[in-house]
C-alpha cells in the first residue's frame, strides 16, 4: 500500500493562495491515480482534483475549476495542488488519496481510492 504525506496547510485570507504537497512511498505499481479531496466538519468527504500519474490527465470538481491546480513531480514522487483564489468556503481538512490504475480515467468518488494520507488544515478567513 502506497504511503501518503500531506504538508501546506495553513491560514490565509480571502483571495490568498496556499500549495499542498503529497509526499508518495512504497509504490509497487507504475501508474496511479492521486486525487485531493476535502472534508469541512459536519460535511461529506468532497472530491477536489486529481491526476493520472501516466500521462498527466487531471480532473477538477466544478467548485474548484480555474482557482486550483493539481500537478505532479515524478522524480520526487510528489503530487501538488495549487490553491488560488480562496475562498472561505475552501475551508477544510485537504487529504491525498492514491490507487493503482492502468487507466487514464481518476474519477473524484472516495470510494474509489484506497490509500490516504493524514490530512493537513486550510482555513480560509473572510
Known amino acids: 500500500q502506497v504511503q501518503l504525506v500531506e504538508s501546506g496547510g495553513g491560514s490565509v485570507q480571502a483571495g490568498g493562495s496556499l500549495r499542498l504537497s503529497c509526499a508518495a512511498s512504497?509504490?509497487?505499481?507504475?501508474?496511479?491515480?492521486m486525487g485531493w479531496f476535502r472534508q469541512a466538519p459536519g460535511k461529506e468527504r468532497e472530491g477536489v482534483a486529481a491526476?493520472?500519474?501516466?500521462?498527466?490527465?487531471?480532473y477538477y470538481a466544478d467548485s474548484v475549476k480555474g482557482r486550483f491546480t493539481i500537478s505532479q513531480d515524478n522524480a520526487k514522487n510528489t503530487v501538488y495542488l495549487q490553491l488560488n483564489s480562496l475562498k472561505p468556503e475552501d475551508t477544510s481538512m485537504y487529504y491525498c488519496?492514491?490507487?493503482?490504475?492502468?487507466?487514464?480515467?481518476?474519477?473524484?468518488?472516495?470510494?474509489?481510492?484506497?490509500?490516504w494520507g493524514q490530512g493537513t488544515q486550510v482555513t480560509v478567513s473572510s
Open positions: 491526476i493520472y500519474t501516466g500521462d498527466g490527465t487531471t
Open positions: 512504497g509504490y509497487t505499481y507504475s501508474r496511479y491515480c
Open positions: 488519496a492514491a490507487r493503482a490504475s492502468g487507466w487514464w480515467y481518476c474519477p473524484l468518488n472516495e470510494y474509489d481510492y484506497n490509500s
